[in-house]
């Protein structure tokens, strides 16, 4: 998952882009309110249980429409749609949409307090969450897996070594690591396409195998050349979700911020913007600064407040009252 998209999203936030919350974001607030009673209801029974029953409680997740199973049956059949989304309002858009997958970022205390009400407003969507980068030892690596899972998420992210993924799938946890261009390690690439020479393309396969090796599920694979990208979805097991590398993985992905245009830059070669919601967002802005110059102007002439914004006294209690103020 591309760390580029929070840069952008903090960069609009900057710029004063900020819409307000909609009526779906504040359906699915009280929504996650609900969950989350459920939620807390539902742990005082788990652990009066048994300790197996807690943690199969914790890992169950009835209805949603796909499980890690379903998606390794389904590898090779069709490709999945696949959306990286930021808050509760897309997720219940990209679930409305009937959108096969999606992603969310699990790397801040504020993405961790937010995954709640995106699970809330997607309850039947597979999610990955994915967790900080870099993590400093296993033990962190576990501790946060389980943290995500049972917040809600269905899977895990993890850019990290296949010795810090293979301790999470060790304890069952699902995990999606990263092959070819990784924005996180692009010091080492710069960002441009992986795997277009024979030997970084064998460089790209040995790491897939490796990746594959250490118990991941699936792995995003970024910018890699379509040829090689269908050539090594044939050769693994890897549920592959491709990222500008061509139709031929089992999913396509994308992010929100792209797919909407809801950022001031040039769109990704790799990606379609469907929307422009910058241009929506400059021009409520626009409207937002109208409306205050409007209120201002109308409290400087005197034309608001009117009567029928005013609160009344009758007249009696009015003059009762100044008299009691004016002896006391």
């Not at 924005?183 to 710069?190: D, G, L, S």
Request: charged residues 20%.
């Amino acid at each position: 998952m591309s760390i580029l998209v929070d840069d952008r999203r903090q960069a609009t936030l900057l710029s004063g882009n900020v819409h307000q919350p909609s009526g779906i974001a504040i359906a699915a607030f009280l929504f996650a309110l609900g969950w989350l009673r459920a939620t807390i209801k539902m742990a005082s029974l788990v652990f009066q249980a048994e300790p197996s029953m807690r943690h199969y409680c914790a890992m169950l997740r009835p209805g949603k429409k796909y499980s890690v199973y379903d998606l390794r049956q389904l590898k090779g059949k069709r490709c999945l749609t696949h959306i990286h989304v930021k808050s509760a309002e897309e997720a219940a858009a990209a679930e409305a949409a009937g959108i096969d997958l999606m992603s969310c970022s699990f790397d801040t205390p504020a993405s961790q307090a937010r995954l709640p009400l995106i699970v809330a407003a997607a309850p039947t969507s597979f999610i990955s969450a994915a967790t900080p980068h870099g993590l400093a030892s296993t033990e962190e690596a576990i501790r946060i897996g389980f943290r995500a899972v049972e917040t809600g998420a269905s899977s895990v992210y993890c850019s990290a070594s296949p010795w810090i993924i293979e301790a999470m799938a060790r304890e069952r946890i699902p995990v999606v690591g990263h092959l070819g261009m990784v924005p996180r390690h692009a010091t080492w690439t710069n960002i441009r396409a992986i795997g277009k020479t024979a030997i970084e393309a064998k460089r790209l396969y040995d790491d897939l195998k490796r990746l594959e090796n250490a118990g991941a599920y699936a792995a995003e694979l970024e910018l890699v050349p379509q040829q090689l990208a269908t050539y090594l979805c044939k050769k693994t097991t890897l549920f592959l979700m491709s990222l500008g590398s061509g139709p031929g993985c089992d999913s396509q992905f994308l992010f929100s911020d792209d797919i909407l245009a809801d950022y001031d830059e040039r769109i990704p070669r790799h990606a379609k913007a469907y929307r422009n919601f910058l241009q929506e967002y400059q021009r409520l802005q626009q409207e937002r600064i109208a409306a205050f110059k409007e209120y201002a102007d109308d409290v400087t002439s005197g034309r608001f407040p009117k009567g029928s914004h005013l609160i009344e006294i009758d007249q009696a209690e009015f003059t009762q009252a100044v008299a009691r103020i004016e002896g006391s």
